[in-house]
């Protein structure tokens, strides 16, 4: 079984809630419902299961009154099985975006507060739009990624103490020994490679199999493509598609801005963006925003107009690529702009799963840019990401104007200290 992070989070939320509902949203296949069912496992003598995407009949339980007692009574007739013990039972409720009277039940449930629930789902952004009432208060929410580069670690043999060994280095600020360095360095492209889809995961470790992954991959691309087909909005079908499939192009531009013109010549926002908002909602892409002036708090400061999209897994975008990028990039061998792309992608696999939100500053038409901005206590601090390690004339730019704590380049290559800048390789973004 893979080790998730998401473990914690359950656990923490059973023993802190008060009158309150987990939600976990993400992306389909990322192991949501896996990750529940062993959590009820080991923690409820019952657990009542519905699945509105296979069970829509169960929808019916949820209309009209929603006291417990009746929601109670009403799910039975549809299940004899069902078995409610007050203190012992965990409620869960799979692909809640099927049902929005169900959403809107969190909060007579968590009122009730004799049975503890959790609700998962995809595309919850989407549903938002048709649930009655959001219950605010009344859920706690997070979202759930596919494996980040330390749960891969997990997965491929990689004990903590092997894993905290590395940390002390980055803590440290010392340099990693040359073997050891490259071993971590081969592991990243491997995760670039792979990704993080549990199924993509699992396929690789029990076969060592690059073409078993990949084979595993198009079949989650050919779901995400065929989800887009049966959920977006009828105008938003085709153009959903167009902007999802554009995104390893964009990418591989020199200037990697989101360009409606990739998509289709001579396109406009105003036709696109709605069916880009549809891919962000559903999980699929994550946005990063251009900000006017590297100032905390980063929000606001936002240019909506002016953002970059990054797929929310890594071997997902290079799967696009085809095949043979495989090769290409697990032997460190790719060149010109797709390879910066990958690896600005690469980084923003490993923050998104970290909880950082995307930002990135570019003033104007300069050909100067710092990838991502991180806050620490209120600053803002730049990191340049370099798929080698080479020069770093807008980081050295931006310290000159901003004079930020510190600064962070992440490179192909070892720590290094700088005056206030410091370098570390790519693998280490996992602990920042």
């Known amino acids: 079984m893979l080790k998730r992070k998401m473990m914690d989070h359950l656990i923490t939320w059973k023993r802190e809630k008060n009158k309150e509902c987990l939600l976990i949203k993400g992306a389909r296949q990322v192991g949501k419902t896996f990750i529940i069912r062993e959590f009820a496992k080991q923690n409820y003598e019952n657990v009542v299961e519905i699945n509105f995407l296979t069970e829509p009949k169960f929808k019916e339980a949820f209309k009209g009154s929603l006291n417990m007692d009746e929601i109670i009574r009403k799910i039975s007739i549809y299940d004899k099985k069902a078995n409610f013990v007050e203190g012992k039972t965990l409620l869960f409720l799979d692909e809640i975006q099927e049902c929005g009277d169900a959403r809107t039940a969190l909060k007579p449930i968590a009122e009730d507060n004799r049975f503890d629930c959790i609700a998962s789902g995809s595309m919850l952004g989407i549903a938002f739009k048709t649930t009655r009432s959001i219950p605010v208060g009344y859920e706690r929410q997070v979202e759930m990624f596919s494996l980040d580069f330390e749960e891969f670690l997990w997965a491929t043999g990689y004990d903590d103490a092997r ?75 085709p153009k959903a598609r167009d902007c999802y499939i554009s995104i390893p192009t964009q990418l591989a531009k020199e200037n990697k801005k989101f360009q409606y013109s990739v998509v289709e010549k001579e396109a406009s926002a105003k036709k696109f963006e709605s069916s880009l908002e549809w891919l962000r909602d559903a999980g699929l892409i994550k946005f990063c925003y251009n900000v006017e002036t590297p100032r905390f708090p980063l929000p606001a400061y936002n240019q909506t107009g002016y953002f970059k999209v990054y797929l929310t897994d890594i071997g997902l975008l290079n799967a696009m690529y085809g095949f043979d990028m495989k090769a290409e990039i697990y032997g460190n061998t790719l060149k010109g702009p797709a390879k910066g792309g990958i690896y600005e992608n690469l980084i923003a696999d490993i923050l998104l799963k970290k909880g950082i939100k995307l930002n990135y500053y570019k003033p104007g038409e300069n050909k100067q840019e710092i990838e991502f901005l991180l806050t620490k206590k209120g600053e803002v601090i730049p990191l340049e990401v370099k798929a080698k390690n080479g020069r770093t004339r807008s980081l050295d730019e931006f310290m000159r104007r901003f004079d930020p704590p510190y600064a962070l380049k992440l490179v192909t290559g070892n720590v290094g200290v700088d005056g206030k800048k410091l370098t570390v390789p790519h693998y280490m973004a996992m602990f920042l």
């Not at 491997?190 to 993080?196: H, N, Q, R």
């Not at 690789?204 to 995400?224: C, D, L």
């Open 163 to 237: 894993i905290g060994y590395i940390r002390e280095y980055f803590e440290k600020k010392e340099q990693v020994p040359a073997p050891i360095n490259e071993v971590f360095l081969e592991k990243l492209r491997e995760y670039a490679v792979v990704g993080g889809m549990p199924s993509v995961v699992s396929s690789f470790v029990e076969t060592n199999n690059f073409g078993k992954v990949h084979s595993e991959q198009e079949r989650i691309i050919s779901s995400y493509l065929d989800d887009i087909a049966k959920y977006a909005p009828p105008a938003d079908k």
